[in-house]
């Protein structure tokens, strides 16, 4: 679902927004599956290609305060819809 919220975000041209979802996708990926795990990858150099090669070490790579309360207000506003 963070995946998908990021395509969506970023076809509607929010990109900033978008990164703050691919964020997370990475954490999720990378904390149960492994940094080296193709999807991990993956997102890991989406987001280097969106960001101009801001991260090289993904490992402790995690949202901020301000990120964590924006994807909880988001994924509350649609589950009351």
């Known amino acids: 679902s963070f995946w998908s919220m ?31 795990h193709p999807y991990a990858k993956a997102y890991q150099e989406r987001f280097n290609k969106l960001t101009n090669n801001q991260y090289k070490d993904f490992q402790d790579f995690r949202l ?3 990120e964590a309360a924006a994807i909880k207000a988001a994924l509350s506003s649609i589950v009351s819809l």
């Open 64 to 66: 901020s305060g301000e």
């Open 6 to 36: 990021h395509v969506a975000l970023l076809e509607d041209g929010k990109k900033e927004e978008s990164l703050l979802w691919l964020k997370q996708a990475i954490i999720l990926h990378t904390e149960i599956e492994g940094g080296d």
